[in-house]
């Protein structure tokens, strides 16, 4: 004889039942509900645009550093230049996705 114990949990609520194993039978659940819910105060607009724009700035510093190695490195330059490309292709992107 077995019992589970199954639990939801959410921004604002906590739900949650006992399950008997053998007879798959509900034997108690409930709801605890806050109506204080979830505040995120960690970021504003204004520093999520800093954030990226300084995500953007490292990633094109980054890959004009992988560029250089691809030309200086005559062994590897294929590897190297896929990453620079790979890298300008996240900047674009980031920057395509600020303008939305």
Do not use: E
Request: a positive charge.
């Amino acid at each position: 004889m077995g019992k589970y114990l199954g639990l939801d949990l959410g921004t604002n609520s906590i739900g949650w039942a006992i399950i008997d194993n053998d007879t798959n039978h509900v034997i108690n659940s409930g709801v605890n509900i806050y109506n204080t819910g979830f505040k995120n105060k960690q970021f504003t607009p204004v520093k999520k645009t800093k954030k990226r724009q300084k995500s953007g700035m490292v990633l094109c510093v980054i890959a004009t550093i992988l560029l250089i190695v691809s030309i200086i490195d005559i062994v590897n330059w294929q590897f190297w230049l896929n990453i620079s490309l790979t890298t300008y292709i996240a900047v674009l992107t980031l920057y395509l996705q600020r303008k939305k």
